[in-house]
Structures are given as structure tokens and as C-alpha cells.
């Protein structure tokens, strides 16, 4: 079974607070992915990765940055975290270039910014 | 801008019947589709992905794309409370590998 695993699943911070929230995938996925989901907004992208030490920005990405050093991590940051990043956050891993490319998600973190 | 519409529901419908879930899209580039299921608090959980144009069949789901029309849609014959959750809807690009994802349909079954 593909286990996609996030560091947290309830996190509670203060404004200006860095943020990281880590996520760890155990099937060689080359693809890894931040999401931010908001009751009406749907899953919205923030960043995404297709290899080690690579990244794209998705449609969001303002405010976070990401790390992915070894192929089974992944790492989403809040250099300064605000109010307004309160989410729900959701990785999910994906084999590369199928058609049939399903992403596999994590539980996700639920964050809270005070 | 790489579009998926989904109508957020609630849709109510009684144990038994057919529910029907519609998504269209607007990037003529997307080649493959992706139904998942959300329960409340949960992750997203995949039920089925399509990439040829028709009808495609699992278990009590059945998943119709029309690329001309640009839409997808899931039917749930059946239904039971238990199929209670939100509805994602998702379009693959190749390019970059990604998902854009709908906003979710909410199904009620009611008992």
C-alpha cells in the first residue's frame, strides 16, 4: 500500500512564526505536491516537485516555500506564517508521466495561525 | 487558466437511486480525468480515472467523459449513506505532471 505521511495533523502557531510541515512518501514517487484546501476554494496547488532539489511554483505559492532534498521528503514553509494561511494542507506523491497519474494523499495538517 | 467546474450541492438524493456528478473543464489539453472521494476530515481517496472518450465501469461507478463537450461525470448507482462525500472532479496535464482540481460536489444520501 503507498503511504504518503505528514508530520502533523493538528498545528497551532502564532503570527510571523516559521512553519514547516514535512511530508514523507514510501513508493519512489518522483512527483510531489502541496496543497491548500478551503471550504468554497477547492484544492489549490502551491508548489510541486518532480525530482530531488527541483521545484515549481503552483498557484499559489506566495508566502510558502518548499525543500526536497531526498526523494522521499518533502517539506512546505511558512517563512512568516499569517492568519490567512490558516488551511488545511494536503501532500500527495505521484508517479511520473502517466496517464493514469494518480496522486496518493497524505492526511493532512490542519493549521491554525493566531 | 487551466479550469475545472464542478456545482458544490448539496445533492440530495435517497438510498437506492442514481446519483450523478458533473464536472467540465476548459483546457482542450487534458488528457486524463479523476473522480476522488472526500469524507469530512478525510483525505482525498481516489475512486476512478478515465482518459478515453465514453463510458468506463467499477462496481456501482461509472465514470462518462466527452472530450467535444468538455465534461465528465460520475454516476453512482445505488447509493448508500455511506457514499455520503465530497466529489472531487480533476484534470491531468502533462505538462508538469498536475492535477487541477474542481471544487467539490457534496452528496447527501439520504436513508
Known amino acids: 500500500d503507498v503511504k504518503v505521511t505528514q508530520s502533523s495533523r493538528y498545528l497551532v502557531k502564532r503570527t510571523g512564526e516559521k512553519v514547516f510541515l514535512e511530508c514523507v512518501q514510501d513508493?519512489?514517487?518522483?512527483?510531489m505536491f502541496w496543497y491548500r484546501q478551503d471550504p468554497g476554494l477547492g484544492l489549490r496547488l502551491i508548489y510541486f516537485?518532480?525530482?530531488?532539489?527541483?521545484?515549481e511554483k503552483g498557484d499559489i505559492p506566495e508566502g510558502y516555500s518548499v525543500s526536497r532534498e531526498k526523494k522521499e521528503r518533502f517539506s512546505l514553509i511558512l517563512e512568516s506564517a499569517s492568519t490567512n494561511q490558516t488551511s488545511m494542507y494536503l501532500c500527495?506523491?505521484?508517479?511520473?508521466?502517466?496517464?493514469?497519474?494518480?496522486?496518493?494523499f497524505g492526511p493532512g495538517t490542519r493549521l491554525t495561525v493566531l | 487558466q487551466k479550469e475545472v467546474e464542478q456545482n458544490s450541492g448539496p445533492l440530495s438524493v435517497p438510498e437506492g437511486a442514481i446519483a450523478s456528478l458533473n464536472c467540465t473543464y476548459s483546457d482542450r489539453g487534458s488528457q486524463s480525468f479523476f473522480w476522488y472521494r472526500q469524507y469530512s476530515g478525510k483525505s482525498p481517496e481516489l475512486i476512478m480515472f478515465i482518459y478515453s472518450n465514453g463510458d468506463k465501469e467499477d462496481g456501482r461507478f461509472t465514470a462518462q467523459l466527452n472530450k467535444a463537450s468538455q465534461y465528465v461525470s460520475l454516476l453512482i448507482r445505488d447509493s448508500q449513506p455511506s457514499d455520503s462525500a465530497t466529489y472531487l472532479c480533476?484534470?491531468?496535464?502533462?505538462?508538469?505532471?498536475?492535477?487541477?482540481f474542481g471544487g467539490g460536489t457534496r452528496l447527501m444520501v439520504k436513508p
Open positions: 513508493m519512489d514517487h518522483e512527483n
Open positions: 516537485s518532480y525530482d530531488v532539489k527541483m521545484k
Open positions: 480533476a484534470a491531468h496535464h502533462n505538462a508538469g505532471n498536475m492535477l487541477t
Open positions: 500527495a506523491s505521484s508517479q511520473s508521466y502517466r496517464l493514469d497519474g494518480e496522486q496518493f
